[in-house]
């Protein structure tokens, strides 16, 4: 466990806070992996206790530790809020195994739903920093684009890597303050057969809700998808 200091905090969607954080020296880890993060001297706390598991949404080649997180009302996010850079916090980790797997010739497929993102943004910004070969495809499900963590940069990235490819689509677009002129509803085959090719043989990574995760894990079997070829991540109350 090391003491690292906040950076700094910053809304990057709706009710969603990212916090930056010094990378301790000589502290490395894989795309997709998680820390535990925990307050020290909190003024409140709840039963929940003052530790949270948080996947690193920064990628390992950059230069500090970023994670992301919904807004909740519990003592923890209250207090999260509210550091100011220089505040410390305990971070352990990392830890995990949701991680890229390496055989170039099988595309990965991610299906993300809300803040169950954070581990392709990481994943993605490291697969091009590294020139991967294989070919990405990120699924992205929210409700609205002011609930999207990160969408403006993952849309950009494609024109930074030609193997790489972003299909955002929102599922329930009013009340929204801003256009959207992609598509629309939740992930399901079609959208996912109009882009990804099933005769590669891809590899399928989810991330979001326990509800979201559930329906794709249902989806992708009775497509024939295999069972080793499902990787998949809850992130309950996150």
Same mark, same amino acid.
């Given at each position: ?29 894989? *795309? @997709?992996?998680? $820390?535990? =993060? ?6 409140? #706390?709840?039963?929940?206790?003052? !530790? /949270? ?31 100011? *850079? @220089?505040?410390? $916090?305990? =971070? ?6 949701? #991680?890229?797997?390496?055989?170039? !010739? /099988? ?132």
């Amino acid at each position: 466990m090391a003491k690292v200091r906040i950076k700094g905090t910053s809304e990057v969607a709706d009710r969603t806070l990212a916090v930056r954080m010094e990378k301790p020296p000589g502290f490395s880890f894989e *795309a @997709g992996q998680f $820390v535990e =993060l925990t307050l020290m001297d909190p003024p409140e #706390t709840d039963a929940e206790g003052n !530790s /949270r598991a948080f996947t690193l949404a920064s990628a390992p080649h950059e230069a500090e530790l970023v994670v992301a997180t919904r807004l909740r009302d519990t003592a923890f996010k209250r207090v999260l809020k509210t550091l100011k *850079a @220089g505040a410390e $916090v305990d =971070l352990d980790g990392p830890f995990g195994s949701f #991680t890229l797997h390496r055989d170039g !010739s /099988r595309p990965a497929v991610f299906l993300a739903g809300g803040i169950g993102i954070t581990p392709f943004r990481s994943m993605a910004l490291q697969a091009t920093k590294d020139a991967l070969s294989q070919r990405l495809f990120l699924f992205y499900s929210n409700r609205r684009p002011e609930n999207a963590a990160f969408l403006a940069e993952l849309q950009a990235l494609e024109t930074q890597n030609s193997r790489f490819t972003c299909i955002a689509t929102m599922t329930d677009v009013q009340p929204s303050s801003q256009s959207w002129q992609g598509h629309r509803g939740r992930i399901d085959q079609a959208l996912i057969e109009r882009w990804v090719d099933s005769t590669t043989s891809p590899i399928y990574y989810i991330a979001g809700p326990a509800g979201m995760v559930r329906a794709m894990q249902g989806l992708l079997r009775s497509s024939g998808v295999a069972t080793e070829d499902i990787r998949a991540e809850e992130f309950s109350g996150y």
